[in-house]
């Protein structure tokens, strides 16, 4: 099992930029394909990136892609989300998310393993 504790989110005025954390403890870390997914109100919870076990390949969301960029440091046990040129729409709760399998990386049922979550707010 892994445990997920998500943090960076925060207000940010549009055009700005955010680093999401997500630190992992459990059983080890480089076993696990990492998602991000977000969730604002009303709508349901969409992928937002993800990244293989080693870093070696990356997805993104059209939405997102060239704007935001996922890391991961496995000696740290963590990833990371960079979010650059804030939108209002990129307002929502961000989700991290852990599986040993990467199949439908893009889906959330993929995922077995979920954190918290943190709030990203952009203001216009």
């Known amino acids: 099992q892994v445990q997920l504790v998500e943090s960076g989110g925060g207000l940010v005025q549009a055009g700005g930029s955010l680093r999401l954390s997500c630190s992992a403890s459990g059983r080890t870390f480089n076993s696990y394909f990492m998602g991000w997914f977000r969730q604002a109100p009303g709508k349901e919870r969409e992928f937002v990136a993800a990244i293989s076990w080693s870093g070696g390949s990356k997805y993104y969301a059209d939405s997102v892609k060239g704007r935001f960029t996922v890391s991961r440091d496995n000696a740290k046990n963590t990833v990371y989300l960079q979010m650059n040129s804030l939108k209002p729409e990129d307002t929502a709760v961000y989700f991290c998310?852990?599986?040993?399998?990467?199949?439908?990386?893009?889906?959330?049922?993929?995922?077995?393993?979920w954190g918290q979550g943190t709030q990203v707010t952009v203001s216009s």
């Open positions: 998310a852990a599986d040993e399998d990467s199949d439908t990386y893009y889906e959330e049922l993929e995922y077995d393993y």
